[in-house]
């Protein structure tokens, strides 16, 4: 069973003994090198670039980037630069995680809330692009964003979203969602230990120091998992299992995004330091952190004496969550996932509610066949 396409693969491999995942070992196939298409490239080209090199989450990967490059040279994101940022990483982190709940949903929707829920998802596509591309030139008029901003608005609530906190209306696509796995206690709940800015200065020290914390980022002693589950925990809490949790945390995560881009339009206030950060670092660096909708994102750069970018790396939030000892493996291990098709589609269902941005490749062996 294939999960999620997109650049490269996590194949999950699950041993089940009597219904129980008594193993799960997790591999990344993703492409390797990337960030050496960086390097020697004048460190204003590399914003741009990395829009380009990523389909998802492009604009939250430019605004990464462009915060390391700053940082690096000891420059400030001047104040209009930032209130555009402010206003595309939200409209971005709403459109990517409708998108991958509705494309990417295993159970089949109604045939008219599927009708639904396909136009919801272009209207929020070419209303979060046109929002981008006004804060792709560095500078936005708040005002101009309270048209596309109820666009917004009424797609989510055609879909069943609503104030931040408030369960799915009834009848909507999201109740049907949420009814699809409330009663769905496969999972244990758990309590994330949330990746934040308190975390960056050894996350970075050891991105640069460790050549391999790229692929496998660990803090010591802990299991870190990032995204809107650690965001959100409080506002999934009441809900009768896990994974209806970790959907009420996605859902919310939309609300929330929504008041802060209505506070933006209205105000023209914003909460930087909830999204975004950065500092200079060793070696003529800077680093860029941004939250987006799979959890944080980090860009960090040098820049050698000849001017020109001489390293290059990108820690993403998939590394942190699709660990091999990490957040989603440890929710799964133990589990009673069944047999078959019907654990292959238990864990499907995890993976999607953690939200990778690459394909999983889900295998379940009995015991017996080890």
Known sequence: ??????????????????GVASSVAVKANRPQGLTRIFVGRRPEEAPALARQLFSLCGF???????????????????????????????????????????????????????????RCLREALATSQAIIAQASTGKIN??????????????????????PGDMPSSGSACAAMLQDIDNDRVFAGRTPD????????????????????????????????????????????????????RFLSRIDDVSYCLEKLKALAGTGEYDWATLACG????????????????GRLYHQVEIGNNGKLSAYRILAPTEWNFHPAGPFVETLLRSRIGSGDSAARSVCRLALLFDPCVAIE?????????
């Open 194 to 245: 949330g990746l934040t800015v308190e975390d960056d200065p050894e996350v970075i020290a050891r991105l640069i120091d460790e050549p391999e914390y790229i692929n496998l980022p660990h803090l010591p002693d802990r299991v870190v998992e990032t995204g809107a589950w650690a965001r959100r925990l409080a506002c999934g809490a009441a809900a009768s299992s896990h994974l209806a949790q």
């Open 362 to 370: 889900v295998g379940i062996r009995g015991a017996a066949h080890a």
């Open 60 to 118: 939250s990967q430019s605004v990464a980037s462009r915060l390391a490059i700053l940082n690096a040279a000891d420059l400030p994101m001047g104040q209009g630069e930032r209130v555009a940022a402010a206003a595309g990483l939200h409209a971005e982190r709403i459109f990517e995680t409708l998108r991958a709940l509705i494309l990417h949903w295993p159970s089949p929707l109604p045939s008219e809330l599927a009708a639904t829920v396909g």
């Open 1 to 18: 069973m294939t999960f999620l396409r997109g650049p490269g693969t996590i194949s999950v491999e699950v041993m089940v003994s009597r």
């Open 142 to 163: 708040p005002q101009n964003l309270a048209s596309p901003v109820d666009r917004l608005c009424s797609v989510a609530k055609a879909m069943g979203i609503s104030d």
């Open 279 to 294: 500092a200079p670092t060793t070696r003529a660096g800077g680093y860029g952190a941004v939250e987006c909708a799979r």
